[in-house]
């Protein structure tokens, strides 16, 4: 199988300071770590089970960003990817969702053929969940978001189970086939240490070209260790479809909004989240 | 959290002067670059390498292991018919060992492994026990794997070490029912068929870590009729025989998570490893070594988890209208476990430099014929080794047992309650002090380098270190440490008396270890003056009341004192 992955750069905003904010409301970028958009881990997790499960299968991980994007594509390397496309242009620059999804549909028909894609459900910055569903939408795929597990892939159609609240439902669809997956899916694997040590000197042109590289010759005889890097013209993208020219998203005003009421959650009887619930509340010291 | 770049003096041991040569001949003046896509080119790669590694190994000990272990308390390893079922949360944290490939860190490539040095092993193996040291043991016995490099056949090499790389686990069987820190008096017997022309082991180990592992290293009686050490071998046994079984594990006071077996061999084949004869005198003996480098590490550590346990709560728990980091008896426990934790860190891996060294050549005499330059050197680090192995095992396992000790009374009451993790270090500690060789052991492995005089030579040789103005005064206070130890060791030999030696050993042990250990950790703060600078104050101050103490015990004994025991 050719299975692409999706993933995005981005700022922690789980371990957010008080210094995350800039005074106009946008994030401050330098002030949080640049990390592995978390549900497109569970979406590496997935392409690898997948790979697994069907010898010969090749994952390939896309992401659009700067140079220094491509930290999380050697991250998938380390994990088990076998391929990483940086796509970078200064075009794509201030991009929305719309704006996105255009540039990601344009490299994914320029990788070729494949028979799946997974992204996370969405990226822990703008919270949005529109990239998968709306670049499935423009290459005329079947999409399943909200995805928790692959069941089973029989005679080119996949069953999934699907994340719902108060609980899960079980999907077909046919290939290819887009498909978001959810947080709560399996944790990615950890990285691999022989192919740390290996995939560390994986590099961009870029990256390769500059001063004080010193594994051009370890480039040379392993094109693995290159990471290809895309721009708008090698994609044929239409450059008033890209960056802040093709997004129509305009931000008006940021609010900070505060709660009144205290944080609540809710357990349903299920087995896995009553152990859940116990287990928090031993870690917390509760009970126990 | 990550429990490898939250500890910057951690960090401070990957960049020891001495790791440079350790690292060039352990991969062979960089040579394997070509074959292998994964090793490095040179020492700046290979520290990236390792730096790379300590980090995911931090991540995942911090956000794994860690949460992992409260768990495998409750849950624990059971015995069903005659296997060892491990907690859930133990075979999670396998998983993601052998998925990270950190299963055969120390073996040599072409066996599967990474060929990391055992300096780095030992780093990586105490990120691993400050989350859970019982899970730790699963994992350290990994290097068991080093004796089946070493003495092994190339068949076997073979065979058994990609396993290991693979994530096959191990064990060493060596204590039986009657023969505990006497191995000599071993039983479990060996008989060779001449029908197969194989071995078979029939008998029974007791106190097995991991007893019912993958592979087993086992020592057994090959010669019938003999009764000492040199009737015993060492043999390799699979699980996959079937004829292992074990009959129950014991419920001990900690490390929960690490299953302590009985195990019945029913006529087990078996591989002789080695040579007959040659089991306890020459392989078990290196294995031992390893293996309390490994306790050490262990105990390293708990007392890390034990002060970074209490140092959290004194700064959150408040008492008389302040947190009671502030109240000066708190602060002292505190400041003091660090600065223990500090001195036993700086001595684990001097230890583990050294051993890594006789490690390295070991290997490069098994190559070609050493120089008689490289074979005089070679005598002086395996000399080394052995001197600070004991120092270590003893030194860190008592200083783990201190922490633990100390966080609990931190915690007040609350730290008797098992909601909090002091109680379960409180617990774990308790066995680093006892097994592969109590205190008690490692003293008298230790007192003829004290009595020849070894140690007074090596801390002269660390006390030759160049050291900023403002901190001779503290290391003119070290030498005046060395000259007490001097004048009380002089004293005991006057006393011209094996029992007297016996009974002020300990003594005369410790003043050592910690003169030694302040000598160590002066060197440390002359590299780094801002991060260990403050812990060596203490530590001196600390080591100075201990040895004075010791001193004056020994300076007013006088032999009458010993009918007052009998």
């Known amino acids: 199988m050719n299975i692409i992955v999706l993933a995005k750069q981005v700022p922690d905003t789980r371990n957010a300071g008080s210094q995350a904010m800039n005074a106009d409301g946008t994030i401050n970028r330098s002030a949080l770590p640049a990390i592995f958009n978390p549900d497109d881990l569970n979406a590496l997790e997935q392409a690898l089970v997948l790979k697994e499960s069907n010898p010969g299968s090749k994952v390939t991980v896309l992401t659009m960003g700067p140079g220094r994007a491509a930290d999380i594509l050697r991250e998938a390397l380390y994990r088990g990817a076998d391929e990483a496309v940086l796509l970078s242009d200064r075009a794509f620059a201030g991009a929305d969702t719309l704006a996105t999804s255009y540039a990601l549909s344009m490299a994914v028909r320029k990788i070729g053929a494949f028979d799946i894609i997974l992204c996370g459900r969405q990226a822990i910055d703008g919270d949005t969940a529109q990239v998968g569903p709306q670049v499935a939408q423009m290459l005329g795929l079947p999409q399943v978001t909200y995805v928790r597990r692959i069941v089973s892939l029989d005679g080119g159609k996949m069953v999934l189970e699907r994340a719902i609240e108060n609980g899960t439902e079980k999907v077909q669809a046919p290939l290819p086939l887009l498909l978001t997956v959810d947080g709560s899916a399996a944790p990615c694997r950890p990285r691999n240490v022989y192919r740390m040590l290996r995939f560390k000197r994986v590099a961009t042109p870029q990256e390769s070209a500059a001063e004080g590289f010193k594994y051009n010759a370890q480039l040379a005889a392993d094109d693995a260790l290159r990471i290809k890097e895309w721009n708008l013209e090698y994609v044929g993208g239409d450059a008033a479809r890209c960056g802040l020219s093709g997004s129509p998203t305009k931000v008006k005003k940021v609010d900070n909004i505060v709660f009144k009421a205290k944080e609540s959650k809710r357990f349903t009887a299920a087995d896995e989240d009553i152990k859940a619930l116990v287990g928090e509340l031993l870690e917390n010291h509760t009970i126990g | ?566």
């Open chain 2, 1 to 566: 959290m990550n429990y490898y770049s939250d500890n910057k003096e951690l960090q401070h041991y990957l960049k020891h002067p001495l790791l440079k040569r350790i690292v060039e001949m352990k991969e062979r003046g960089y040579s394997q670059a070509a074959e292998y896509n994964y090793a490095p080119v040179d020492f700046a790669e290979a520290i990236e390498g390792y730096e790379q590694t300590l980090h995911l190994v931090g991540e995942i000990c911090a956000g794994t292991v860690a949460p992992n272990a409260a768990r495998i308390e409750h849950e624990g390893p059971v015995a069903v018919n005659g296997r060892v079922v491990y907690a859930p949360a133990t075979e999670e944290n396998l998983d993601i060992f052998r998925k990270a490939g950190l299963m055969g860190v120390s073996l040599s490539r072409e066996y599967g492994g990474l060929n990391f040095p055992a300096a780095i092993f030992t780093m990586m193996q105490e990120l691993v026990c400050r989350a859970d040291a019982g899970f730790g043991n699963l994992w350290g016995l990994q290097d068991c794997a080093a004796t089946i490099s070493s003495f092994g056949s190339e068949e076997q090499r073979k065979r058994y070490l990609p396993m290991v790389s693979a994530g096959a686990t191990m064990s060493m069987d060596l204590t039986e029912p009657d023969a505990g820190s006497d191995l000599q008096s071993a039983r479990l017997k060996a008989t060779f068929s001449e029908e197969d022309g194989r071995w078979y082991l029939d008998g029974v180990k007791r106190f097995i870590t991991n007893g019912d592992s993958d592979i087993h290293l086992v020592l057994a009686r090959s010669e019938e009729g003999s009764v000492d050490g040199r009737g015993l071998s060492l043999f390799i046994c699979e699980k996959s025989c079937g004829r292992v079984k074990t009959r129950r594990i014991e419920e001990k006071m900690g490390i929960h998570g690490s299953p302590t077996c009985e195990i019945v061999f029913d006529h087990a084949p078996a591989e002789l490893c080695g040579s007959r004869r040659m089991g306890l005198i020459k392989y078990v003996m290196s294995l031992m070594n390893g293996a309390r480098l490994g306790i050490a590490t262990q105990s390293v550590a708990l007392a890390q988890a034990a002060y970074s346990e209490a140092l959290a709560y004194a700064h959150t728990r408040k008492q008389f209208g302040k947190t009671i980091i502030n109240l000066p008896p708190v602060y002292d426990m505190v400041g003091t476990m660090k600065s223990r934790l500090d001195a036993a860190r700086s001595l684990l891996y001097e230890t583990a430099r050294n051993v890594d060294m006789n490690y390295q050549f070991a290997e490069l005499a098994a190559s070609r014929p050493l120089t008689p330059e490289e074979r005089t050197e070679s005598k002086l680090f395996s000399k080394k080794a052995d001197a600070l192995t004991p120092l270590i095992k003893g030194m860190g396992s008592e200083i783990a047992n201190m922490n633990a000790y100390d966080s609990v009374q931190v915690h007040g009451g609350s730290g008797y309650m098992r909601d909090y993790l002091c109680e379960r270090l409180y617990r774990d500690a308790r066995i680093t002090s006892i097994y592969e060789g109590t205190t008690q052991l490692q003293v008298v492995a230790a007192i003829r380098y004290a009595t020849s005089g070894y140690y007074a030579q090596l801390l002269e040789e660390y006390l030759s270190v160049e050291v900023p103005a403002s901190l001779a005064p503290l290391k003119e206070r070290i030498a005046a440490l060395a000259a007490k130890y001097g004048a009380a060791l002089e004293k005991v030999q006057a006393l011209g008396s094996q029992e007297a030696l016996d009974f002020l050993a300990r003594r005369v042990y410790e003043i050592a270890a910690y003169s030694i250990m302040a000598a160590l950790l002066l060197a440390d703060a002359a590299a780094d003056e801002e991060l260990f600078s403050a812990s060596l104050h203490r530590f001196v101050a600390l080591a100075e009341a201990v040895v004075a103490g010791h001193a004056e015990y020994i300076g007013n004994f006088a032999m009458e004192l010993l009918t007052n025991y009998k």
